[in-house]
């Protein structure tokens, strides 16, 4: 079985250019999760939608982060513009009912010079 | 953001030694979920608890859910190098989808 899947796995970037980071969740999960991870802060949960809809985004570090989810098999965190500070590796997660297992995508790990 | 407490928060330990740790919160949580993470990959779930009390194993790894329901304990027997990760437990809440995850235990196995 597929399981999450985001691309890119490694991006390199200067600052003040637009990323976008993609993932597809596993298919029939109805909530997909967002996440951060680095060293200072752990994995820091950014956003999360149920069928699509994005129902807490109190995690966004500021309004240079947007995520949108247009359909079930899709979604996007973009960066805009982006900063050195934003390096870190970015999670995407998915499961079903909200309150059962979570499994994670491998991660797309962001540079930002 | 809010984080678990998580200990210890690393460990060098000979393999073939039996490890634990733990995770503390000052709330109470519906679920609890343990991961292993290897270099460069997404965290993988170990095991899922949703009782208080809840003893669960998978292979070598027994997880509990703690009855205060703010703590949970994962044990490792019989460790072997592959066991080498970071242990991250996380927490559900009541009245929230929100998962939030412990500061990671790091694991060293010494053959």
């Known amino acids: 079985d597929a399981g999450v899947i985001q691309s890119p796995r490694h991006e390199v970037t200067e600052m003040g250019q637009e990323v976008t980071l993609r993932c597809k969740p596993i298919?029939?999960?109805?909530?997909l999760f967002w996440y951060r991870q680095t060293m200072m802060r752990g994995l820091e949960l950014l956003i999360y939608f149920n069928n699509n809809v994005p129902i807490d985004d109190s995690g966004m570090p500021e309004d240079r982060f947007s995520a949108k989810m247009p359909n079930a098999s899709f979604s996007t965190l973009k960066i805009q513009p982006s900063e050195p500070r934003d390096s870190a590796v970015y999670f995407c997660?998915?499961?079903?009912?909200?309150?059962?297992?979570?499994?994670f995508g491998e991660g797309s790990r962001l540079t930002v010079l | 953001g809010q984080q678990l407490n998580q200990s210890p928060q690393s460990m060098f330990i000979q393999e073939g030694e039996d490890v634990s740790m733990n995770c503390t919160s000052s709330s109470i949580f519906n679920t609890w979920l343990w991961y292993k993470q290897d270099p460069g990959e997404g965290p993988v779930l170990l095991i899922a608890?949703?009782?208080?009390?809840e003893l669960t194993s998978n292979g070598r790894l027994t997880a509990q859910f703690g009855i205060t329901r703010k703590d949970s304990f994962l044990n490792i027997s019989a460790s072997i190098p592959s066991d080498v990760g970071i242990y991250f437990c996380a927490g559900q809440g009541r009245g929230t989808y929100k998962y939030i995850f412990g500061t990671g235990t790091r694991l060293k196995v010494l053959a």
């Open positions: 608890l949703y009782k208080a009390g």
């Open positions: 298919s029939g999960h109805d909530y």
């Open positions: 997660a998915s499961g079903i009912g909200g309150g059962g297992e979570l499994f």
